[in-house]
Protein backbone atom coordinates (compact mmCIF):
# COMPACT_ATOMS: atom_id res chain seq x y z
CA UNK A 1 0.00 0.00 0.00
CA UNK A 2 1.72 3.72 -1.06
CA UNK A 3 1.57 5.91 1.62
CA UNK A 4 0.33 9.46 0.36
CA UNK A 5 1.41 12.90 2.36
CA UNK A 6 -1.43 15.26 1.73
CA UNK A 7 -0.98 17.38 4.29
CA UNK A 8 -0.28 17.98 7.98
CA UNK A 9 -3.21 19.00 9.76
CA UNK A 10 -4.68 16.17 11.97
CA UNK A 11 -1.22 14.33 12.36
CA UNK A 12 -0.50 13.78 15.93
CA UNK A 13 2.77 15.07 17.68
CA UNK A 14 3.70 11.33 17.63
CA UNK A 15 3.43 11.07 13.91
CA UNK A 16 5.13 14.39 13.10
CA UNK A 17 8.17 13.47 15.31
CA UNK A 18 9.16 10.41 13.24
CA UNK A 19 8.81 12.14 9.95
CA UNK A 20 11.21 14.46 11.82
CA UNK A 21 13.14 11.40 13.13
CA UNK A 22 13.73 10.15 9.97
CA UNK A 23 14.85 13.57 8.36
CA UNK A 24 16.97 14.55 10.62
CA UNK A 25 18.80 10.62 9.88
CA UNK A 26 19.50 12.04 6.47
CA UNK A 27 20.78 15.16 6.97
CA UNK A 28 24.31 14.38 6.24
CA UNK A 29 23.16 13.01 3.05
CA UNK A 30 21.44 15.99 2.49
CA UNK A 31 24.49 18.36 2.61
CA UNK A 32 26.17 15.54 0.10
CA UNK A 33 27.97 14.03 3.49
CA UNK A 34 28.48 10.32 3.24
CA UNK A 35 26.43 7.88 1.30
CA UNK A 36 22.83 6.57 2.38
CA UNK A 37 21.48 3.21 1.24
CA UNK A 38 19.96 3.39 -2.04
CA UNK A 39 16.61 1.99 -0.79
CA UNK A 40 14.61 3.40 -3.67
CA UNK A 41 16.50 1.77 -6.57
CA UNK A 42 14.52 0.77 -9.37
CA UNK A 43 11.67 2.89 -8.30
CA UNK A 44 10.27 6.05 -10.27
CA UNK A 45 9.04 9.10 -9.40
CA UNK A 46 6.60 11.18 -11.47
CA UNK A 47 7.54 14.98 -10.32
CA UNK A 48 4.74 16.66 -11.78
CA UNK A 49 4.43 20.42 -10.84
CA UNK A 50 1.72 22.93 -12.67
CA UNK A 51 2.68 25.38 -11.04
CA UNK A 52 6.52 27.33 -10.68
CA UNK A 53 9.13 25.71 -8.05
CA UNK A 54 12.70 25.97 -7.71
CA UNK A 55 13.08 24.90 -4.54
CA UNK A 56 10.89 22.16 -4.08
CA UNK A 57 11.14 20.62 -7.76
CA UNK A 58 14.88 20.16 -7.41
CA UNK A 59 14.70 19.19 -3.69
CA UNK A 60 11.97 16.35 -4.44
CA UNK A 61 14.80 15.00 -7.52
CA UNK A 62 17.67 15.39 -5.33
CA UNK A 63 16.29 13.76 -2.48
CA UNK A 64 14.58 11.18 -5.08
CA UNK A 65 18.27 10.60 -6.55
CA UNK A 66 20.16 10.26 -3.31
CA UNK A 67 18.14 7.27 -2.91
CA UNK A 68 18.55 5.78 -6.22
CA UNK A 69 15.44 6.46 -7.38
CA UNK A 70 14.78 8.00 -10.82
CA UNK A 71 12.66 10.99 -11.50
CA UNK A 72 10.05 12.05 -14.53
CA UNK A 73 9.37 15.61 -14.40
CA UNK A 74 5.93 17.28 -16.04
CA UNK A 75 5.56 21.20 -15.93
CA UNK A 76 1.98 22.44 -16.83
CA UNK A 77 3.83 24.43 -19.69
CA UNK A 78 4.35 22.08 -22.48
CA UNK A 79 2.29 18.99 -21.02
CA UNK A 80 -1.10 18.08 -22.18
CA UNK A 81 -2.51 20.32 -19.70
CA UNK A 82 -2.26 23.53 -22.01
CA UNK A 83 -4.62 21.15 -24.32
CA UNK A 84 -7.41 20.98 -22.31
CA UNK A 85 -6.34 17.72 -20.35
CA UNK A 86 -8.10 17.52 -17.12
CA UNK A 87 -5.97 17.07 -13.80
CA UNK A 88 -7.32 14.13 -13.09
CA UNK A 89 -6.69 12.99 -16.84
CA UNK A 90 -3.09 13.67 -16.69
CA UNK A 91 -2.32 12.20 -13.20
CA UNK A 92 -4.36 8.60 -14.31
CA UNK A 93 -2.49 8.93 -17.54
CA UNK A 94 0.91 9.31 -15.25
CA UNK A 95 -0.10 6.37 -12.62
CA UNK A 96 -0.82 3.87 -15.83
CA UNK A 97 3.09 4.34 -16.95
CA UNK A 98 3.40 2.23 -13.81
CA UNK A 99 5.13 5.02 -11.60
CA UNK A 100 5.60 4.52 -7.44
CA UNK A 101 5.00 7.50 -6.68
CA UNK A 102 3.75 11.18 -7.60
CA UNK A 103 4.95 14.37 -6.39
CA UNK A 104 1.84 17.15 -7.03
CA UNK A 105 1.97 20.93 -7.01
CA UNK A 106 -1.32 22.64 -8.54
CA UNK A 107 -3.27 25.55 -8.01
CA UNK A 108 -5.83 23.27 -6.96
CA UNK A 109 -6.43 23.54 -3.31
CA UNK A 110 -7.31 19.31 -2.55
CA UNK A 111 -6.22 18.54 -5.71
CA UNK A 112 -3.40 16.21 -4.65
CA UNK A 113 -6.27 14.40 -2.23
CA UNK A 114 -8.34 13.73 -5.23
CA UNK A 115 -5.53 12.28 -7.50
CA UNK A 116 -4.87 9.81 -4.36
CA UNK A 117 -8.65 8.63 -4.48
CA UNK A 118 -7.74 7.73 -7.71
CA UNK A 119 -4.45 6.67 -8.37
CA UNK A 120 -2.30 3.36 -7.63
CA UNK A 121 0.75 4.59 -6.41
CA UNK A 122 1.69 7.09 -3.58
CA UNK A 123 1.10 10.82 -3.71
CA UNK A 124 3.06 13.66 -2.06
CA UNK A 125 1.41 17.05 -2.10
CA UNK A 126 4.05 19.65 -3.04
CA UNK A 127 1.54 22.36 -2.49
CA UNK A 128 -1.92 22.80 -3.17
CA UNK A 129 -3.22 26.32 -3.89
CA UNK A 130 -3.70 28.03 -0.96
CA UNK A 131 -4.31 24.89 1.22
CA UNK A 132 -0.86 23.24 2.27
CA UNK A 133 2.83 22.31 1.57
CA UNK A 134 3.78 19.78 3.91
CA UNK A 135 6.94 18.76 2.81
CA UNK A 136 7.72 22.79 3.40
CA UNK A 137 6.35 22.82 7.23
CA UNK A 138 7.91 19.93 7.83
CA UNK A 139 11.51 21.38 6.77
CA UNK A 140 10.43 24.48 8.78
CA UNK A 141 9.86 22.53 11.66
CA UNK A 142 13.33 20.36 11.30
CA UNK A 143 15.04 23.94 11.09
CA UNK A 144 13.27 25.09 14.45
CA UNK A 145 13.86 21.73 16.07
CA UNK A 146 18.05 21.77 14.99
CA UNK A 147 17.99 25.38 15.88
CA UNK A 148 16.38 24.77 19.80
CA UNK A 149 16.29 21.22 20.22
CA UNK A 150 12.55 21.73 21.50
CA UNK A 151 9.32 23.03 20.44
CA UNK A 152 7.36 23.60 24.16
CA UNK A 153 8.45 26.79 25.18
CA UNK A 154 8.87 28.60 21.38
CA UNK A 155 7.32 31.54 19.73
CA UNK A 156 7.45 31.38 16.02
CA UNK A 157 6.12 34.22 14.26
CA UNK A 158 4.94 34.23 10.61
CA UNK A 159 4.54 37.53 9.20
CA UNK A 160 2.57 38.40 6.35
CA UNK A 161 0.63 37.07 3.51
CA UNK A 162 -1.22 34.57 5.63
CA UNK A 163 -3.98 34.21 3.60
CA UNK A 164 -2.72 33.01 0.37
CA UNK A 165 0.23 31.15 2.40
CA UNK A 166 -0.36 27.00 2.21
CA UNK A 167 3.28 27.36 3.50
CA UNK A 168 1.98 29.09 6.87
CA UNK A 169 -0.74 26.46 7.52
CA UNK A 170 0.97 23.75 7.15
CA UNK A 171 3.35 25.01 10.08
CA UNK A 172 0.49 26.14 12.00
CA UNK A 173 -0.79 22.84 11.94
CA UNK A 174 2.39 20.81 12.40
CA UNK A 175 3.80 23.86 15.27
CA UNK A 176 1.06 23.93 17.09
CA UNK A 177 0.81 20.15 17.70
CA UNK A 178 4.52 19.69 18.31
CA UNK A 179 3.75 22.36 20.88
CA UNK A 180 5.11 25.63 20.11
CA UNK A 181 3.42 28.85 19.98
CA UNK A 182 2.62 30.76 16.96
CA UNK A 183 2.05 34.55 16.38
CA UNK A 184 0.10 35.42 13.12
CA UNK A 185 1.37 38.74 11.90
CA UNK A 186 0.17 40.60 8.91
CA UNK A 187 -1.57 43.45 7.49
CA UNK A 188 -5.85 42.89 7.86
CA UNK A 189 -6.30 42.28 4.54
CA UNK A 190 -3.60 39.39 4.74
CA UNK A 191 -4.83 38.31 7.49
CA UNK A 192 -7.95 37.37 8.28
CA UNK A 193 -9.10 37.13 12.09
CA UNK A 194 -10.47 33.49 11.33
CA UNK A 195 -6.91 32.14 11.28
CA UNK A 196 -6.82 31.56 15.12
CA UNK A 197 -9.60 28.92 14.79
CA UNK A 198 -7.90 27.21 12.06
CA UNK A 199 -5.65 24.65 14.33
CA UNK A 200 -6.78 22.27 16.30
CA UNK A 201 -5.32 23.63 19.88
CA UNK A 202 -6.42 26.84 18.59
CA UNK A 203 -5.21 28.19 22.10
CA UNK A 204 -1.42 28.07 20.55
CA UNK A 205 -2.49 30.61 17.89
CA UNK A 206 -2.22 34.02 18.32
CA UNK A 207 -3.24 37.24 15.94
CA UNK A 208 -1.74 41.01 15.96
CA UNK A 209 -1.49 43.40 13.47
CA UNK A 210 1.40 45.19 14.80
CA UNK A 211 4.68 43.30 14.40
CA UNK A 212 6.88 46.15 16.31
CA UNK A 213 4.99 45.45 19.33
CA UNK A 214 6.29 41.44 19.51
CA UNK A 215 9.51 41.19 17.83
CA UNK A 216 10.64 41.41 21.25
CA UNK A 217 9.14 37.77 21.99
CA UNK A 218 9.80 35.31 18.81
CA UNK A 219 12.81 33.22 19.10
CA UNK A 220 11.59 32.45 15.28
CA UNK A 221 10.16 35.13 12.73
CA UNK A 222 9.26 33.38 9.42
CA UNK A 223 8.74 35.74 6.84
CA UNK A 224 6.08 34.80 3.95
CA UNK A 225 6.70 36.05 0.28
CA UNK A 226 3.51 38.35 -0.58
CA UNK A 227 1.38 36.26 -3.36
CA UNK A 228 0.70 38.35 -6.29
CA UNK A 229 -0.45 35.58 -7.98
CA UNK A 230 -3.00 34.34 -5.95
CA UNK A 231 -4.24 38.11 -4.94
CA UNK A 232 -6.91 39.73 -6.68
CA UNK A 233 -5.15 42.25 -8.68
CA UNK A 234 -3.72 45.13 -6.55
CA UNK A 235 0.21 44.73 -6.21
CA UNK A 236 1.67 45.42 -2.97
CA UNK A 237 1.29 48.32 -0.75
CA UNK A 238 3.52 50.98 -0.80
CA UNK A 239 4.25 50.74 2.99
CA UNK A 240 4.05 46.79 3.20
CA UNK A 241 8.13 47.41 3.83
CA UNK A 242 7.28 49.94 6.66
CA UNK A 243 5.27 48.05 8.60
CA UNK A 244 5.52 44.47 7.90
CA UNK A 245 9.39 44.45 6.61
CA UNK A 246 12.28 42.44 8.61
CA UNK A 247 14.10 45.56 7.98
CA UNK A 248 17.45 45.73 9.37
CA UNK A 249 16.17 48.24 12.37
CA UNK A 250 13.75 45.35 12.99
CA UNK A 251 16.10 42.65 13.23
CA UNK A 252 18.65 44.32 16.18
CA UNK A 253 15.14 44.47 17.91
CA UNK A 254 15.07 40.91 17.87
CA UNK A 255 16.57 38.39 20.79
CA UNK A 256 20.08 37.77 19.73
CA UNK A 257 18.91 34.05 19.79
CA UNK A 258 15.71 34.56 17.21
CA UNK A 259 15.95 32.66 14.12
CA UNK A 260 15.17 33.87 10.57
CA UNK A 261 13.09 32.12 8.35
CA UNK A 262 11.91 31.94 4.74
CA UNK A 263 10.40 29.20 2.29
CA UNK A 264 11.77 31.29 -0.21
CA UNK A 265 11.92 33.03 -3.44
CA UNK A 266 12.47 35.85 -0.98
CA UNK A 267 11.36 39.48 -2.89
CA UNK A 268 14.66 40.91 -0.66
CA UNK A 269 14.16 44.91 0.09
CA UNK A 270 10.51 44.06 0.61
CA UNK A 271 10.14 40.60 3.54
CA UNK A 272 13.49 40.83 3.82
CA UNK A 273 16.26 43.18 3.69
CA UNK A 274 19.27 42.15 1.67
CA UNK A 275 21.89 42.35 5.49
CA UNK A 276 19.02 40.09 6.93
CA UNK A 277 18.90 37.78 4.76
CA UNK A 278 22.47 37.28 4.39
CA UNK A 279 23.15 37.48 8.15
CA UNK A 280 25.07 33.75 9.07
CA UNK A 281 24.49 34.22 12.61
CA UNK A 282 20.92 34.65 12.20
CA UNK A 283 18.98 33.45 8.65
CA UNK A 284 18.60 29.57 8.01
CA UNK A 285 16.71 30.59 4.57
CA UNK A 286 19.60 28.21 2.78
CA UNK A 287 19.60 25.72 5.91
CA UNK A 288 15.54 25.36 5.37
CA UNK A 289 16.89 24.19 1.85
CA UNK A 290 19.00 21.74 2.89
CA UNK A 291 16.81 20.46 5.92
CA UNK A 292 14.03 20.22 2.32
CA UNK A 293 16.28 17.35 0.72
CA UNK A 294 16.36 15.53 3.91
CA UNK A 295 12.18 15.95 4.97
CA UNK A 296 11.86 14.68 1.32
CA UNK A 297 14.14 11.77 1.50
CA UNK A 298 12.56 10.50 4.27
CA UNK A 299 8.59 11.50 2.53
CA UNK A 300 9.70 10.23 -0.87
CA UNK A 301 11.38 6.89 1.27
CA UNK A 302 8.30 5.95 3.67
CA UNK A 303 5.94 6.54 0.44
CA UNK A 304 6.79 3.52 -1.34
CA UNK A 305 7.51 0.64 0.94
CA UNK A 306 8.90 -2.43 -0.36
C1 LIG B 1 6.44 28.51 -1.43
C2 LIG B 1 5.33 27.93 -2.24
O1 LIG B 1 5.42 27.76 -3.43
O2 LIG B 1 4.33 27.61 -1.60
N1 LIG B 1 7.70 28.27 -1.94
C3 LIG B 1 8.30 27.08 -1.61
O3 LIG B 1 7.79 26.03 -1.89
N2 LIG B 1 9.45 27.14 -0.93
C4 LIG B 1 6.22 29.86 -0.97
C5 LIG B 1 6.15 30.94 -1.98
O4 LIG B 1 6.10 30.72 -3.19
O5 LIG B 1 6.11 32.09 -1.54
Known amino acids: MPNHLLQLEGLSDERLTQLLDAAAAYLPAARGQGQVPAALAGRLVAQMFFEDSTRTRLSFEAAAARLGARSMSLQGAGSSASKGETFLDTALNVDALGVDAMVVRTSISGGPALLARHVRCAVINAGDGRREHPTQGLLDCLTIREAFGRFNGIHVGIVGDIANSRVARSAIHALTTLGASVHLIGPPTLLPGCFAGVARRAESVHITHDLDAILDRLDVIMMLRVQLERSAGGGIAADYREHYGLTHQRAQRLPSHCI ?20 VRRSQILRQVTHGVAVRMAVLQESMPR
Open 260 to 279: VMHPGPVNRGVEVDDDVADD
